[in-house]
């Protein structure tokens, strides 16, 4: 009794730690949920508000393309561009940039004599223009030409030509000779950005900038006149593509007036806005979401998180489980060799106390008749050797498990083997009834000393679970096939299906009448540990109050 | 004492070659394919008893006089300054010389000095006006032929300058245009050559006393260069024409009608670079015309005796008189082969003897250089396309890397001679292919025509050709070809680039031209007719956009895909180095492999050194890159 209660409470101890892990990593799994819940939270709202500049800066690509390297391209050509030439280019332009509205093309001229209405004149420098044109996708064939002969009249602006005149003047005016000025510089004075408009003159060489500038103070002889291309780019913000990159979180991206902030907007959108720069510095992006589609683009970013986390709680879970099952293996195992100790002890017991009581009888008898002393040798006899034989079944069987003993093969005959194996149980058990029957072979190669172990086992099993009335034992051997098959059939009381898996394992024994002493459940275990050692196989048949069979595979070597 | 020379160099090139067949070619460090002499311009006096030369120390330049027949050597000046425009002998005791001045690129002052280094004194310090010598021969004995701007900054005058005092008195007065003069064998100026940057026009005059008249105006695809009034017959002078040819030719030209009269040398595949007449014979002592090599042509019998000794002395190289005495007895010679930027020497026609002066360039060892042969191959439209091909020492001529090397242009040919750039580059391994594409001078009118807006199309083509004859003769390994050059070359290597990148590995353009455009733009507009001129061989931008684009590197940045290599001069004030920095710019946002390298004008030599090594080692670092590694 105290026994089990020692039991019992190292299981409760066990189930109660396990108890506390789960609830432990469950409140761990609810809190982490919560964590993951919030950051996917605050990730999207700030994603709001950063991600515009990506959206930004993704969309007007084209126009940074346009502005760094198109407009450069306008002073390769030095000056030299003509209608034809310009309407090419600007061809190339409005195909590949939809924000390009109109350009007009000012064929310009710097020189020392004055333009009358259609250029700036200061002092001796006079920049004019020769020939304006036109170019857009819906300016009609007769329309090109806007100034110069045979022009149309047109309302068109000219006055964007006399702003960056009026610049390039200052700083040839302004300009240091003695210094060449940087490309950023001259990139700055050579063009100018507007509200919705960029004007570019093809920058000069340095060389020439210097003559520019003489040419202020005086009228030079050669009389030289510079070609100077004017291009002013008409730009339409709304033709700009807008690159939504998260059209998850945009819900929808417009280009609006940099004043435009809607007063119903309600509380059921979030709205962001960011400033278009350059010469669109008058519009924005402006972003709208509805809160529910925010709210989608949350749990969109959330459930993955989620996913993961639940993952590693079901491991964490799968962990204990396989913990708990564990240790509740090994907790029978104890529980197994317990037993054992306790029927081996009881096992020794007996001889141990035959013997002591036939000690105490010959030390107390005052003198001890001839049939007493043949009684007593007899006695002491027995018992020692039942000990010997308990002793190296249990050496043999340690052996065996630690693959200690070497296989030690010799002829079998088969006939002569079996019948000395009846001989010797007969002798034991006069009411044992030992039958047998070899077919196909006589001979074979094996190791006679674990095939005897072997074979008293099963002789000793048959006998000792059967009724009185019905013991008795069939051997049959048989070669099938290269194998040797030993079949062992009784008409015992047999095993419970229920039992028929466990009958191999160490320390073992059904509970049933039969075993209640002399027994310690390595009979079986032991002979499935013989087999495998002889690299064979043994499986069993049974039928409650049948009978059993074993049937033990055996490789046949001649 | 040249053939024990010649003996002991064979033995031990036979030495070398037994001890390690597979030699390494050494490599050479880059300065040394650049080190200039430290001695020159060489003159003698007229009496041929002297020699003088500059000669640099501790970095300032001596004039020194030599006695030819003493021996001793006197050091004349002290010159602070490296650059003297020139100095002459006026007498057998007195020499002239210019010391430039510091800060200014043109004002300089003349001095006249005794042989022996004393009495120098002042001619003339204007300080606003350049002087520049026609003639280096006394007039008079106390007159020099002189061109100068001191009446107007921009057209220059000839003057009579006195020597003795520096008087200067005008001998011809220039309308506007004239360029050169050409004087009698007496002294007396009779002709002049004006231009208009278009055309040339011949200018003539009977004697000093008349005006001077218009006899021959020709466009600049004709050349005619007089060479020298002749001596006998009376207004007529020699020149080299092809007015009515499409090779150069020497001829006789009536002065009076302009007409030619005469012809001395003319033959339909040679062409005519350089005529030589003497004053002493009153003759015409040889022609040389130039095919792979320049090669002479005599026409008199006593200038063939007298060169034929001289050439015996130096066989295998190119040789050129630089100056004589009165007597043509003494001549300073300068000689140059493929291998050696080659030496001056002191021939003595009298003795048959030569001496050597100096070396060109000590450093370069002719053993080390490898030969320039010359090549050629029809192009697919029938052009004979002629080159050279420079193959590196040590290894068979098979499979190996190739640089293509256009020279500049227009109107510029590649010639048989020492050259740095193709030696450092064989040096290193690469075989140099230089081949002269249509348009080049030197091969006719017609050739030199059919070059003319063609860049970027059958120039091109002309190049590709050669490399794919040099990798059909299985030298050229097709797979590690590059393309470099200056100038318009580089402009050749660039377009190569955008055109035909899988000819060539990888494209160098040094201080190339990127843009016909800002090439056109860099003459000034009032040049109106110099302006026509380029409007021809390179292109009309009024006209011709769409081709001049096209054969505009700038413009097609996007469609390079192999490594490039552009120096450029951005401070250079003549181009727009916003072209070069932009295409930069543009390929780098391309992520395409670009290196680029600003040069600076540097006044100083040794950073002028240092600079070189680095743009050097810069191109060696690409070539290695994109040509080694298989």
Redesign the interface.
């Known amino acids: 009794m105290a026994m089990e209660s020692v039991k019992e409470s190292g299981y409760r101890k066990n189930f109660s730690l396990i108890v506390a892990f789960i609830g432990l990593i469950s409140v761990l799994f609810v809190l982490s949920l919560f964590l993951a819940f919030n950051f996917s939270k605050k990730k999207i709202e700030g994603d709001f508000i950063s991600a515009k500049t990506n959206v930004l800066e993704e969309s007007i690509k084209p126009y940074n393309d346009f502005f ?2 198109k407009l ?2 306008i ?8 209608s ?2 310009a309407a ?1 280019f600007v061809d190339t332009i409005l195909l590949k940039y939809p924000f390009v509205k109109k350009v007009v093309f000012f064929d310009a001229e710097v020189r020392n004599m004055r333009y009358e209405d259609n250029g700036l004149n200061v002092g001796e420098f006079s920049v004019g223009m020769k020939n304006a044109y036109q170019f857009g996708t819906y300016i009609p064939e007769d329309s090109v030409k806007i100034f110069g002969p045979n022009a149309v009249q047109s309302n068109a602006t000219l006055e964007s030509f006399n702003e960056l005149a009026l610049k390039l003047y200052t700083f040839v005016n302004k300009l240091d000779t003695a210094r ?1 000025p940087t ?1 950023e510089e ?1 990139f700055n004075i050579f063009s100018n950005i507007k509200h919705n408009r960029i004007d570019y003159f093809n ?6 900038l210097k ?1 520019y500038k003489q040419m202020i103070t005086k009228k030079l002889p ?6 100077q291309d004017m291009l002013s780019f008409e730009l339409d913000p709304m033709k700009i593509k807008i690159k939504n990159n998260r059209p998850l979180l945009y819900q929808s991206v417009r280009i609006e007036p940099i004043t435009y902030d809607p007063l119903e907007t309600s509380s059921e959108y979030e709205t962001g806005e960011i400033t278009l720069g350059g010469p669109f510095s008058a519009y924005k992006l402006y972003f709208i979401s509805a809160k529910s589609f925010i709210k989608k683009e949350i749990f969109g970013y959330f459930f993955p998180i989620a996913a993961l986390i639940l993952i590693f709680y079901g491991l964490l879970l799968l962990v204990a489980f396989l913990i708990y099952r564990n240790l509740n293996i090994n907790h029978k195992m104890f529980k197994l060799q317990y037993d054992f100790l306790t029927n081996l002890t009881h096992e020794f017991k007996t001889p141990v106390s035959v013997i002591k009581i036939a000690g105490n009888n010959i030390k107390s008898a005052a003198s001890i008749s001839e049939r007493e002393q043949k009684l007593y040798g007899k006695i002491l006899d027995e018992e020692a050797d039942k000990l010997n034989g308990l002793m190296n079944k249990l050496l043999a069987f340690t052996q065996i498990e630690n693959k200690a003993i070497k296989l030690n093969e010799d002829r079998v005959d088969m006939v002569e083997f079996i019948e000395s194996t009846i001989d010797v149980h007969q002798l034991k058990h006069p009411d044992f009834k030992l039958t047998y029957e070899v077919t196909d072979f006589t001979h074979f190669i094996t190791d006679p000393v674990l095939l005897g172990s072997l074979f008293d086992n099963l002789a000793e099993n048959a006998y000792k679970y059967s009724p009185p009335n019905r013991k008795q034992l069939h051997i049959t051997a048989r070669l099938i096939k290269d194998k040797v098959v030993l079949r062992f059939k009784d008409a015992g009381i047999g095993i419970p299906a229920s039992e028929i898996n466990n009958i191999f394992k160490k320390f073992y024994r059904i509970q049933n009448q039969y075993n209640q002493a002399g027994s310690v459940g390595l009979g079986l275990a032991f002979c499935k540990e013989l087999v495998n050692f002889m690299k064979g196989e043994i499986s069993v048949r049974s039928v409650v109050d049948k009978g059993t069979e074993f049937k033990i595979v055996l490789p046949f070597n001649q | 004492m040249i053939a024990v020379k010649k003996y002991v160099w064979l033995l031990l090139v036979v030495a070398l070659l037994a001890c390690n067949r597979d030699a390494q070619v050494r490599e050479i460090p880059v300065n040394d394919f650049f080190k200039t002499q430290d001695r020159a311009l060489y003159r003698l006096s007229p009496n041929g008893k002297y020699l003088s030369y500059l000669t640099l120390k501790d970095k300032k330049q001596h004039l020194v006089v030599e006695d030819l027949e003493k021996g001793s050597i006197t050091e004349i000046s002290k010159l602070e300054e490296r650059n003297i425009n020139f100095y002459c002998w006026v007498s057998n005791d007195e020499l002239i010389y210019y010391k430039e001045k510091e800060g200014s690129r043109f004002q300089t002052d003349l001095y006249i000095v005794n042989k022996n280094g004393t009495q120098e004194r002042v001619l003339s310090n204007d300080g606003k006006s350049k002087v520049r010598l026609l003639e280096d021969q006394l007039i008079e004995d106390k007159f020099l032929l002189v061109s100068s701007n001191k009446r107007d900054s921009t057209v220059f005058d000839v003057y009579k300058l006195n020597v003795r005092d520096g008087q200067m008195i005008v001998a011809a007065k220039n309308p506007g245009n004239f360029t050169d003069w050409l004087t009698d064998s007496k002294g007396k100026l009779r002709m002049a050559i004006s231009t208009d940057g278009v055309n040339e026009s011949v200018w003539y005059r009977e004697n000093e006393a008349r005006p001077f008249q218009k006899i021959i105006t020709n466009n600049f695809k004709t050349t005619l260069w007089p060479v020298a009034f002749s001596e006998n017959k009376p207004n007529t002078i020699y020149a080299i024409s092809n007015v009515n040819r499409d090779k150069n030719a020497l001829v006789e030209i009536d002065c009076i009608t302009g007409k030619e009269k005469n012809v001395l040398f003319a033959e339909d595949t040679l062409n005519v670079v350089e005529a030589q007449y003497s004053k002493r014979r009153g003759k015409m002592d040889f022609v040389v015309y130039e095919t792979w090599k320049k090669e002479k042509h005599y026409l008199s019998d006593d200038a063939k005796k007298l060169y034929q000794g001289l050439e015996k002395l130096i066989p295998d190289a190119e040789s050129k008189i630089i100056h004589q005495d009165k007597n043509e007895q003494h001549f300073i010679v300068r000689t140059f082969t493929d291998r050696s930027p080659g030496a001056y020497y002191l021939y003595n026609s009298g003795s048959n003897s030569l001496k050597k002066l100096s070396d060109i360039n000590p450093s370069i060892k002719e053993d080390e250089m490898c030969e320039m042969k010359p090549i050629s191959y029809i192009t697919n439209d029938g052009f004979k396309i002629n080159g050279y091909l420079t193959l590196p020492l040590g290894v068979q001529p098979e499979n190996l890397p190739v640089v293509v090397m256009p020279h500049n242009g227009p109107g510029q040919r590649n010639s048989w001679g020492f050259n740095a750039d193709v030696q450092f580059l064989a040096n290193r391994g690469y075989a140099v292919l230089q081949v002269n594409y249509r348009g080049s001078t030197g091969y006719g009118k017609e050739f030199y025509a059919a070059g003319f807006k063609q860049w970027g199309q059958k120039i091109q083509q002309d190049v590709d050709a050669g490399v794919h004859w040099l990798i059909k003769q299985k030298i050229a390994d097709p797979q590690r070809v590059a393309i470099y050059g200056y100038g318009f070359g580089g402009l050749i290597a660039i377009n190569s680039a955008v055109n035909n990148n899988k000819l060539y590995k990888c494209a160098g353009s040094s201080t190339g031209i990127l843009n016909l455009f800002s090439y056109l733009k860099a003459i000034p507009p009032f040049l109106t007719s110099n302006l026509q001129m380029y409007y021809e061989i390179v292109g009309n931008p009024d006209k011709d956009a769409e081709y001049m684009r096209q054969a505009s590197p700038v413009f097609h940045a996007d469609k390079i895909n192999i490594p490039v290599f552009i120096t450029q001069n951005s401070k250079d004030p003549r181009i727009n180095g916003n072209d070069a920095v932009q295409f930069v710019k543009e390929l780098k946002k391309l992520n395409l492999p670009v290196t680029y390298m600003e040069k600076e004008d540097s006044k100083s030599p040794l950073n002028r050194e240092e600079a070189r090594k680095k743009s050097y080692a810069a191109l060696e670092l690409f070539l290695q890159g994109n040509l080694k590694k298989r």
Do not use: H, M, W
């Open positions: 760094s390297n450069p391209e002073s390769y050509y030095n000056g030299f561009l003509d034809a030439t090419k060449t490309q001259l920058i000069p060489r340095f060389e020439d003559i050669s009389e030289p006149v510079y070609q």
